[in-house]
Every structure is written in C-alpha cells, then in structure tokens.
C-alpha cells in the first residue's frame, strides 16, 4: 500500500525558506512522477512542480519558477521541495503524490492517484 507522508510546513515570514519533505513507501516509484501541489480552502488543488523519479528531470509552475526547487533522494524514498524567497501568496496547504495516468498531464491532480495529508506553509507578510 502506498503511503506519502510530508513534513516541513510551518510559520514563517516573506522572504524566509522552508523544505517540504515527502517520504513514500509501499511500492517502487522509479519510472514514476513525483509532484506537489497546494490549495487554499475553498480553491481548487494547484500544481507546484514535479519530478521523474528516474531522470531527475523537473518541471515548475510560473509562480514557482526560481523560488522552489523539487528533487528526491532516491536511498531515502523521499522527494522534497525547497522553498525560497517566499512570498504570502505561497500561504497554502501542500500535497505530494504519486502521478500514476499516463493519459492526464503531470500539471494536473486529475493524474494522481496517491496523496499525502498536506502540510500547512503559512507566510506572514
């Protein structure tokens, strides 16, 4: 059974970093892509950035581009998300999943089928 579960969230103010951690387990994620998302209540579930677990290769939102990066380590099963420069319009809950339907674009949570139970990133302006 897959299970991610994220870490990192928290309190901070604008311009401050975080790191969002996503240790997976339950089945081997080679060959798969990992991604985060954030919502705000009320909003729909936004892509942030996602990675081929394999490659390497990485992929961001506009609002993100420069300010996060996303990588894995792939001893530890765990995928994360450096938080740079944040700003307050970051303010959300984050998820990471697995993209498991080919068919449905990496950008959207349409095409993942294992999340995790979000982790609250709050920046103060």
């Known amino acids: 059974q897959v299970q991610l579960v994220e870490s990192g969230g928290g309190l901070v103010q604008a311009g401050d970093s975080l790191r969002l951690s996503c240790a997976a387990s339950?089945?081997?994620?080679?060959?798969?892509?990992m991604g985060w998302f954030r919502q705000a209540p009320g909003k729909e579930r936004e892509f942030v950035a996602v990675?081929?677990?394999?490659?390497?290769?990485?992929y961001y939102a506009d609002s993100v581009k420069g300010r996060f990066t996303i990588s894995r380590d792939n001893a530890k099963n765990t995928v994360y998300l450096q938080m740079n420069s944040l700003k307050p319009e970051d303010t959300d809950v984050y998820y990471c999943?697995?993209?498991?339907?080919?068919?449905?674009?990496?950008?959207?949570?349409?095409?993942?089928?294992?999340w995790g139970q979000g982790t609250q990133v709050t920046v103060s302006s």
């Open positions: 999943a697995v993209h498991t339907r080919a068919m449905i674009a990496t950008t959207r949570p349409e095409g993942y089928d294992y």
């Open positions: 339950g089945r081997t994620f080679l060959g798969y892509f």
């Open positions: 990675i081929n677990w394999s490659a390497g290769s990485t």
